[in-house]
């Protein structure tokens, strides 16, 4: 038997004996690869402080709560008569005057936690009660019956992109994404991995890690197969963030079949020494974003990207003794694409009606993921929510 | 808990214990554990001697420091150092256990070392867990209150008098004590948060050595006049509290030991704790004062630790996968070496001194995505084949190791001491129709290499 013929047919046993119970079964009719429009969700970790993202310079109470951090009405990029970027968000002006980003004020849910680790579990299984225990994305990919529908990047996968099926891929970077054994061995281990564990080894562990090994297998050979036809079509930034958007263009333009990318920046929890930390952060987002952005075009896929992204939670109003601020609650949301109805939307909060110091949440985030569902992903938003229905904000062109 | 007496302590058993209690072992190491019995080898794996045999451990800080001082270009930087430092003692130390509590008090007590920006303090804090780690734990979180790596990371050097910084009052309820529904408001954090503020430190100067050469240790300092000696209510007792009292409160609360206890069990044993086990271990909590050895020697004699359900039960951390296969080969590591292996547990999600967040590592199903199950994989081809793909030779992820590998003198003997070796057990079913196939009846150096790639890749040496 040749080689090829030999994968060839373990592929097909693995795929057999892979089975997350009645989950194949919904692959073998999920979608073809046909171009579908296609999610990037964008995480700020740490609670990033939407008030010095989205300045307030015409509010005296904003400048009254933080005279050290405050950005000056001088330094603002004006976005209306009330509202600015900070100057780090240089980079999305382009954007914000074609009319290709939306910022969504006021962002939050029903009783706030200022945990970061429980607001964050909130917002990755938009479940304000934390009751949930899938991700908002892993119940997408059970819907969808495919396990290589959405990615994170990263060494490890976040509640978001996990469901009681499957949890979805992580990967760090597209070129170490891949085995490379000589083939007789490699040969050898995709046998042992198309056999069921038995003997005295704890079976449901043991099997559980096989199938993982298996479906891990399987990704990397998709996504090696089709990362060659991409041709770099803009010049990305030095960071981390900025090379895992440099791959999602990569995994883009090879068509891999992927919905929804999932990449995240953190340290975006000011504690202390905001007016040197944040700017740097806010640089480092914009950037790759605006080159992302760029490549999308080069690469003639710019009308199927959308981006959104959150942080989970904004900061308080008033600074602390450390030049930067503590947990919040409401924080803004922006939304990046052809499909974006650019401007302002959702009500900012009163910061003269405060909630134990904190900015007061105007729109709960469910809604905004669920524009994104139904209005782009074409999932209808009860599906993954359940019977709780939010009105759509309209920051998406009809 | 009723004491593990079984007629014969395997050789299997002594290599759970030690998976569990240590990061495995070569055979003769097991072997000695075997025939000291579940007894006695549960008080040598606790035995507290200050001497972890890595006296000869080739990353000093102080040195590194020296050197760049002197002009002379280092090649390692102090980050760099700190962490070959610790796989050097994990792949060396005669002290396992010690070195798996600090790593576990290390995940807890989480800090990240890009934030601190101090080798010496985060050296000085790992220090501690191996000192105290065994200790009682109220001992152990007011060491960490006033730590300076801790101070800096959750910025309570910042935290002063009318303008209180409630970081690291928060973690100490949320994440070190009482765990988050453990039964406190958003007030007890704003209350204790004043209780802690004047607590800081101070550094010496980090680009200047003392005149005796050495660089100085950060300490904690109390600063008076940035403290807060109002009245304060937390967790429903009232005073005019310092951190001191906060630390007495809290740790004394029930919450903790059922916090702590749950978090040991996950670590060491499995997934859940049955609810007799935590309840006899928090009597023992109690009786104790809350001292962690009391507990560890407890859950390591007890027969449900070597209940066959918690047997290979526990998802290897890349720790337990990476430092385990160097300890069973008992190779010796050299300074580059062990500076490849910290990087192969970082691509597998696991950077010692840069944990994900405060939260530290959440372990267990966290472990396994694609990435890092296919580092895994990579590093196993790395250290068994001696020919590396041209990708991983560039890659800086891939350590310059290879296992020594045992081979026997037919080719079933071979696949036994491989089996004993490496998972403490024979291997069987598809394991060892595999093996049987790929080696076709050669015994070789270069099929032996093969064989122990198909272990170290295989579904249950992802287990412990």
């Known amino acids: 038997m040749k080689r090829r013929d030999f994968l060839k047919t373990s592929f097909v046993t693995l795929a057999a004996s892979a089975g997350m119970p009645g989950f194949l079964e919904r692959t073998a009719r999920a979608a073809g690869s046909e171009r579908g429009k296609i999610l990037v969700v964008l995480q700020l970790s740490g609670g990033n402080d939407g008030l010095n993202t989205l300045v307030p310079y015409s509010n005296g109470a904003y400048y009254a709560a933080r005279p050290v951090i405050a950005v000056s009405k001088k330094e603002v990029l004006p976005l209306s008569g009330d509202f600015g970027f900070h100057p780090a968000l240089k980079p999305w002006m382009g954007l914000w005057d074609s009319g290709e980003l939306a910022v969504v004020q006021g962002v939050g849910y029903p009783n706030p936690n200022r945990s970061h680790f429980e607001s964050m579990a909130i917002w990755h299984s938009a479940d304000p009660l934390a009751r949930e225990t899938e991700g908002w994305i892993g119940k997408l990919a059970d819907r969808w019956g495919d396990p290589f529908c959405a990615t994170n990047f990263g060494s490890t996968t976040p509640l978001a992109l996990r469901s009681s099926e499957v949890i979805l891929p992580s990967i760090d970077s597209v070129d170490r994404f891949q085995l490379k054994l000589e083939p007789k061995l490699d040969a050898a281990y995709r046998e042992l991995l198309a056999q069921p564990v038995e003997g005295y080894s704890d079976k449901g562990k043991t099997e559980l890690l096989r199938k993982n090994l298996v479906q891990t297998l399987g990704n990397t050979a998709r996504v090696q197969k089709s990362l060659a036809k991409y041709k770099a079509g803009a010049a990305y930034p030095k960071s981390g963030f900025a090379s895992n958007l440099r791959d999602v263009a ?120 669920s524009e994104a569902l139904d209005g782009w992903l074409g999932v209808p938003s009860r599906e993954v929510f359940g019977k709780e229905s939010f009105a759509a904000l309209g920051y998406l062109l009809r | ?244 009292d906060v630390v007495r409160i809290v740790t004394a609360h029930p919450s903790t030991p059922k916090f702590i206890i749950t978090k040991l069990w996950k670590f060491f044993v499995s997934d859940t704790i049955p609810s007799s086990d935590l309840a006899e271990l928090t009597a023992l909590w109690n009786s104790s004062g809350g001292e962690i050895a009391v507990l560890l020697r407890a859950i390591f004699k007890s027969e449900v630790f070597y209940a066959k359900a918690n047997r290979f039960a526990l998802i290897k951390s890349p720790a337990e996968y990476a430092i385990g296969m160097l300890r069973s080969s008992q190779s010796r590591l050299a300074p580059e070496q062990s500076l490849g292996i910290f990087n192969a547990m970082r691509v597998m999600g696991q950077t010692l001194f840069q944990p994900p967040n405060v939260k530290g590592w959440d372990g267990g199903s966290d472990w396994v995505s694609d990435t890092t199950l296919l580092n895994r994989l990579n590093l196993a081809g790395a250290v068994t084949q001696r020919k590396l793909p041209a990708q991983l030779q560039k890659d800086q992820a891939a350590p310059p190791t290879v296992l020594t590998l045992p081979i026997g003198s037919s080719l079933s003997e071979t696949i036994e001491l491989l089996g004993k070796t490496y998972l403490g057990e024979q291997p069987d079913g598809a394991l060892l129709r595999t093996m049987q196939l790929y080696a076709d009846g050669k015994n070789t150096p270069e099929v032996a290499r093969g064989l122990a790639y198909l272990v170290l890749a295989s579904p249950q040496y992802h287990l412990a």
């Open chain 1, 250 to 369: 990569r995994l883009i333009a090879a068509d891999v079949g992927l919905r929804v990318y999932y990449v995240s920046l953190g340290g975006f929890d000011t504690h202390a020494g905001q007016p040197e930390d944040h700017p740097k952060l806010l640089e480092t987002l914009s950037s790759a974003v605006s080159a992302f952005r760029s490549d999308l075009t080069a690469q003639g896929r710019a009308d199927d990207v959308l981006m959104l992204g959150f942080s989970e939670f904004g900061r308080r109003l008033t600074e602390n003794a450390s030049a930067g601020t503590d947990h919040g609650k409401a924080g803004v949301m922006f939304a990046i694409g052809k499909g974006v109805k650019g401007g302002l939307h959702g009500a900012a909060p009163d910061l003269e009606k405060l909630d134990d110091g904190d900015p007061r949440f105007t729109t709960d985030f469910r809604g905004v993921y």
């Open chain 2, 1 to 244: 808990m009723r004491e593990y007496a079984p007629r014969q302590y395997t050789f299997s058993d002594a290599a759970h214990l030690l998976r569990r209690a240590g990061f495995a072992g070569g055979v003769s190491e097991v072997e000695a554990l075997q025939r000291l019995g579940p007894s006695l080898a549960v008080e040598r794996l606790l035995y507290a001697s200050t001497d972890d045999n890595t006296a000869d451990n080739p990353f000093d800080l102080n040195a590194l420091f020296l050197e760049r001082q002197n002009g002379s270009k280092a090649n390692i930087d102090a980050n760099a150092g700190l962490s070959g430092w610790w796989v050097h003692r994990l792949a060396h130390t005669s002290q396992p256990l010690k070195e798996k509590l600090a790593l576990f008090w290390h995940g807890h007590f989480a800090t990240e070392a890009q934030k601190v920006e101090n080798a010496f303090a985060m050296q000085q804090q790992n220090e501690l867990f191996r000192q105290k780690g065994l200790g009682r734990f109220s001992d152990l979180v007011l060491e960490m209150a006033k730590n300076p790596a801790m101070l800096r990371y959750l910025d309570n050097n910042r935290n002063v008098k009318g303008k209180p910084n409630e970081n690291f009052a928060r973690e100490l309820m949320e994440l070190f004590t009482l765990g988050v529904h453990g039964g406190y408001t958003e007030r007890d954090v704003q209350e204790s948060a004043r209780a802690f503020t004047g607590w800081t430190f101070q550094t010496g100067n980090p680009n200047k050595p003392e005149e005796n050469g050495r660089f100085t240790n950060p300490t904690f300092v109390f600063n008076k006049k940035n403290f807060d000696d109002g009245a304060k209510t937390y967790l429903g007792a009232s005073g005019n509290f310092g951190g001191e």
